[in-house]
């Protein structure tokens, strides 16, 4: 069989990216140093810069702010001999990724080093396929909360001296205070160390800027560990009793049926339960919760904050109003204010064909206009009950609860 040539095989990279650790020029690869020496512009952070010094004979371009206007320049300088200097593998939480969705991947070569993830499991002696990675650069801290399930191995990627504390503060909050914290400092330079603490005696202690932390879980009896599954108990949300029950919730997410990368409305939001189980089944996934109450919309966010997924949007208004200049959806989940004028209309017009529309019903005004759209546009019409043991007297008995009715129905 005749090998598929890659896309643009004919044209000759003029771009290099050149991973580099903190070992500077000694730590590169002949074909990595002579791609820096030959640059025209290499581009970079100060300390990059700083490491290929020796190297560089081209023009030194450190970063601008905003970022953006360094790929703007990139892309101006097509066709001459650009080298850009980035950290270890760039391709890992790394520049890489954002000069490639501007610049086609025929046109660059990429000399990567070891990441700092690679280097700090080869420290510790921790096979990097069992650990679970995650870089908080730049970010909130709070995605490393799903993470912490007991025994489990975790290495994080931070943005500054002071984010080790941070982090181990969070966990011992949340019931993790005895778990092994490695701070790993400058890794593969002459300055490389390596501190070893629980989480609980960090306190406020300053690291090197350029530092990975390494977990080893370890969980007391009432830490707050967040199960993988959906349908989450009640008791781990903020809320003020107005939130989509947990075997409820499960079946919902089942028929929103996640799929990478799609956006979620949350229309009428309550807790954010929806949206936040939602976000929490993968990392590309994202969502906007719409919740009219102010004090609702506030326990949303800390509720997002508390799952590991900060970046759920809240937008406080009720709905359609506060509908018209959202991004358009894959999939619409209407949990609260269905039925007032307009809301399933704005749900049903905002959805691209294939999306998915979820609508739950308890009160009849709100199962009489799912009733209306199910004869109208079709899809599935079903009835949720749940029934909990509950004490009769001396005896136990099941106590119902109300139904459910959900519709779904999927846009042609």
Do not use: Y
């Not at 995650?134 to 970010?139: E, N």
């Not at 790993?184 to 160390?193: I, M, N, V």
């Not at 905002?350 to 019903?361: E, F, I, K, S, T």
Request: charged letters at 20%; glycine letters at 12%.
């Amino acid at each position: 069989m005749k090998p598929v040539s890659p896309k643009n095989s004919g044209t000759r990279p003029w771009l290099t990216i050149v991973g580099i650790g903190e070992d500077g020029v000694a730590g590169l690869s002949s074909a990595a140093r002579d791609a820096v020496g030959d640059a025209e512009f290499v581009f970079g952070g100060h300390r990059h810069l700083a490491l290929a010094e020796a190297l560089i004979a081209g023009e030194r371009c450190p970063w601008p702010s905003p970022f953006e206007k360094a790929i703007d320049a990139i892309e101006a300088l097509h066709g001459r001999r650009v080298c850009v200097l980035a950290s270890g593998d760039p391709f890992q939480f790394g520049v890489g990724a954002t000069l490639a969705r501007r610049i086609d991947a025929g046109e660059m070569r990429v000399l990567s080093a070891p990441s700092a993830f690679s280097l700090a499991a080869a420290r510790l002696g921790w096979p990097l396929q069992a650990v679970e990675t995650v870089s908080l650069h730049g970010r909130p801290i709070a995605p490393i909360r799903p993470l912490l399930h007991p025994s489990c191995r975790i290495l994080a990627l931070t943005s500054d001296g002071k984010a080790p504390a941070a982090i181990a503060a969070l966990m011992t909050e949340a019931g993790f205070g005895g778990s092994r914290f490695h701070v790993l400092e400058a890794l593969g330079g002459p300055r490389e160390s390596h501190a070893a603490f629980t989480a609980g005696t960090v306190g406020d202690r300053r690291f090197d800027d350029l530092n990975v932390i390494a977990i080893e879980v370890v969980a007391a009896p009432q830490a707050r560990v967040l199960p993988l599954g959906t349908g989450l108990d009640d008791a781990l949300f903020e809320h003020d009793g107005q939130i989509t029950k947990p075997e409820v919730r499960a079946v919902t997410l089942a028929a929103l049926q996640p799929r990478r990368g799609q956006l979620l409305w949350d229309i009428g939001a309550g807790s954010g339960s929806v949206s936040i189980e939602w976000m929490r089944q993968h990392g590309s996934l994202s969502a906007i919760a719409i919740e009219a109450d102010a004090a609702r919309a506030g326990r949303i966010g800390r509720n997002a904050e508390a799952f590991g997924v900060p970046d759920l949007r809240v937008v406080t208004g009720a709905a359609p109003q506060a509908l018209g200049d959202l991004p358009a959806p894959d999939a619409v989940f209407v949990g609260g204010g269905g039925s007032a004028p307009g809301v399933m209309d704005a749900a049903v017009a905002a959805l691209a064909p294939g999306g998915r529309l979820v609508a739950n019903a308890v009160t009849l005004e709100m199962q009489a206009v799912l009733l209306e759209r199910h004869a109208a546009l079709g899809g599935d019409l079903v009835e949720i009950a749940i029934a909990r043991a509950a004490s009769v007297g001396g005896m136990t008995a099941l106590r119902p609860s109300l139904p459910v009715l959900q519709w779904r129905w999927s846009k042609p």
